[in-house]
C-alpha cells in the first residue's frame, strides 16, 4: 500500500536538547534500520530456540541465562527504536513521536511486547517454597532440588511471546508486490526448524523428565528401546540433542513409523500431536513451494505456447528456415532479457505527468546530445522523450536500406550498429551506444543513403517523423531552430567534413559499392 511522507527540513540547532534526544524518527526504508529489524529477527528466532531448549535439555545453565538476559536487553533496545519508527494511518506517515508511543500501546504489538517482558522467573523461589510445603509427595521423576530451576526456566517462557515480530514481518513482506521468492523459503525454514525443534524438546521432555542422570531408570519411556545399542544416560547434552531432533524429524516426516514407539499415555500424547499439528505444517509448506514454483513455471509455459504458435504458423507459410530461425532467436533474447514482459509498456500507464518524468530520465541524455534539439526548452524535451518507441534487433539486422523513405530517427541505447558498403561486404563505420543517426530525414524528403546492420544484441529508441511534427506544431521554437542545424548535418554527411589540415572528408557511404575513404561524425542520414 502506497503512502504519502513529507519531510520538513529542521535545523538541528534550532531544538533543545531534549527535543534532540527523544524527538527523533527512523526511516523505515533506510539500510541501516532494516539491517538493524533483521537482526533482531534473527535473535527473536534464537529465543524460540533457547528457551526451550533449556526447559528441556539445560535447566542449570549460567551461560545460557545470561546470554537470554542479553537478548532481552537488545529487545529493549529495539522497543525503544520502533518508538520512533513512523506508522502509516490513512497512506499518511506519521512521525510524531508521541503519536507513534500511543499507536504501540493501543497496538496488538504493545501488549505482546510488555507481557514478554514480565520478569516471571522472580516467581520461582516464592512458588518453590510452597510447592514444597504443601507437597510431601513429588510427581515421579522429580527431586527436591529440582522443582526451582524448573521452574525458573519454564516461568522464562513468555519470552517466547516475542515471535509474534516475526510472523508479522513474513505477513507485511509477503504482501508486498515485489515480494521474492527467497522470502518464502526463509519463511519455510524457520517454521520447519522450529517446529522439529520445539517437538525434539518435547520428546526428550516426556522421555526424560528427569534429565536421565546415570542410574536412572528408564525402564518403560521411550530412551530406554535405544539401550543397548546406545544409552542417553552416558551421553553429553548436545548428543542427547542431536538424537532428540533425529527422531523429531523421523517421526514428523514418517508419521509414526521409525525405531522408537511410545510407550506410556503421555508419549502417545506427544505422537498424535506431532502426526497431526506438525505434519500438517510440513505439509503446509511443501503444498505452498509446489505451488510458488507452479506459477513461476506457468508464465514461461504460456510464453512457450506462444512460441510454438508463431513457430506453426511460420511453418505452414512456408518461412524460409533463416528467417524462422530469425524470429524465434528474438523471442528467446525477448525471453532472456525480461521473462517476455515489456517493462516499458507498463510504464507507459503511468499518470502522464509520473510518466513524463520517468521518460525523461530515461532518454534525456540521448535527446540532448542533437544538434538540431540544442537550445530547445524542458517542455519541448519532455515531449520528445514520451514520443520515443523502444526496439530490440538482432546481430545481423539490418535496419537502414539504402533507398528507404527516411522518416525515422534512431538513438542507439545499448550494443553497437555498422554502416556497410552497398555489397554489404564491407564495414564502413561503426557507431555506439550514445549515437544516433537519422536525423537529417527528419528535417527534408529524401531516400536513405546508406545501409546500417546490428553489430550485437542492441536496443534502440526510434522517433518518427509524424511525431516529431506533431511535437512542433505545439513548440513551434523548437521548430524555428532545427532547419538550419538539419541543412548544416546534411551538408556534413552529403559533402565534406573538414579534416585535419584543412582537407575534406569523403562521406561515409557514396553510390559505389565500396567504402569511400575518411570518417564521419556521430549523425547518419
Given at each position: ?9 529542521v ?22 534500520y ?27 545453565s ?31 506517515e ?125 525402564d ?60 500438517f ?130 538513438f ?43 553489430g ?53 557511404w557514396g ?15
Open positions: 500500500m502506497g503512502y504519502v511522507a513529507r519531510y520538513i527540513p535545523d538541528p540547532a534550532s531544538l533543545s536538547w531534549t527535543a534532540r534526544l527523544w524527538k527523533w524518527v527512523v526511516i523505515r526504508s533506510s539500510p541501516l532494516l539491517a538493524w529489524q533483521h537482526l533482531v529477527l534473527f535473535t527473536i528466532y534464537l529465543i524460540g530456540l533457547l528457551e526451550p531448549y533449556k526447559v528441556a535439555f539445560d535447566r542449570d549460567t551461560y545460557l541465562y545470561w546470554l537470554g538476559v542479553a537478548l532481552d536487553v537488545l529487545h529493549g533496545i529495539d522497543c525503544l527504536v520502533r518508538w520512533h519508527v513512523p506508522y502509516v494511518e490513512d497512506r499518511i506519521i512521525m510524531d513521536v508521541p503519536s507513534i508511543i500511543r499507536q504501540w500501546w493501543r497496538s496488538r504489538t504493545g501488549w505482546w511486547d510488555l507481557a514478554s517482558f514480565l520478569p516471571l522467573e522472580l516467581l520461582a523461589d516464592p512458588l518453590t517454597n510452597l510447592i514444597l510445603s504443601r507437597t510431601q509427595v513429588l510427581p515421579q521423576y522429580w527431586s527436591r532440588d529440582a522443582v526451582r530451576p524448573t521452574l525458573f526456566v519454564v516461568l522464562r517462557l513468555n519470552r517466547m511471546l516475542r515471535l509474534h515480530l516475526i510472523f508479522t514481518y513474513f505477513e507485511e513482506r509477503s504482501a508486498m508486490l515485489h515480494a521474492r521468492f527467497s522470502l518464502h523459503i526463509v519463511k519455510f525454514a524457520f517454521l520447519i526448524s522450529t517446529m522439529v525443534h520445539w517437538y525434539a524438546c518435547m520428546l526428550y521432555l516426556v522421555g526424560c523428565p528427569d534429565g536421565c542422570p546415570l542410574g536412572s531408570d528408564i518403560g519411556r521411550w530412551p530406554g528401546q535405544l539401550i543397548p545399542r546406545e544409552d542417553l544416560r552416558n551421553m553429553p547434552t548436545m548428543s542427547r540433542y542431536v538424537v532428540s531432533v533425529y527422531f523429531s524429524c523421523f517421526t514428523l516426516t514418517t508419521t509414526g513409523y521409525g525405531r522408537v514407539n511410545p510407550y506410556n499415555t503421555t508419549e502417545r500424547i506427544i505422537a498424535v500431536f506431532g502426526a497431526t499439528v506438525c505434519n505444517v510440513f505439509g503446509y509448506c511443501t503444498g505452498t513451494v509446489t505451488s510458488l514454483l507452479s506459477n513461476s513455471r506457468g508464465v514461461q509455459l504460456r510464453y512457450e505456447q506462444k512460441l510454438d504458435a508463431v513457430r506453426e504458423e511460420m511453418m505452414q507459410r512456408g518461412f524460409p528456415e533463416d528467417l524462422q530461425s530469425r524470429v524465434l532467436d528474438y523471442y528467446s533474447v525477448l525471453w532472456m532479457r525480461n521473462r517476455g514482459i515489456d517493462a516499458l509498456s507498463l510504464l507507459t500507464t503511468l499518470p502522464p505527468a509520473f510518466y513524463a518524468d520517468v521518460s525523461m530520465h530515461m532518454n534525456a541524455e540521448l535527446l540532448q546530445k542533437v544538434p538540431i534539439f540544442q537550445g530547445a526548452g524542458l517542455s519541448f524535451f519532455m515531449a520528445l522523450s514520451r514520443a520515443l518507441r523502444p526496439e530490440l534487433y538482432l546481430p545481423g539486422d539490418l535496419i537502414v536500406h539504402r533507398g528507404d523513405a527516411g522518416k525515422e530517427m534512431y542507439i541505447r545499448r550494443g553497437k550498429v555498422e554502416v556497410l558498403s552497398e555489397d554489404l561486404t564491407e564495414v564502413c563505420d561503426a557507431m555506439g551506444e550514445g549515437t544516433f543517426f537519422g536525423e537529417v530525414s527528419l528535417s527534408k524528403k529524401g531516400p536513405r543513403t546508406g545501409k546500417i546492420r546490428g550485437n544484441h542492441w536496443e534502440i529508441s526510434v522517433l518518427e517523423k509524424g511525431e516529431l511534427l506533431r511535437i512542433f506544431e505545439h513548440f513551434p521554437q523548437g521548430a524555428a531552430a532545427s532547419p538550419p542545424k538539419a541543412k548544416e548535418r546534411s551538408k556534413k554527411s552529403r559533402g565534406g567534413v573538414p579534416a585535419k589540415g584543412g582537407r575534406t572528408r569523403q562521406p561515409l553510390p559505389g559499392g565500396g567504402c569511400p575513404g575518411g570518417g564521419g561524425g556521430t549523425g547518419r542520414k
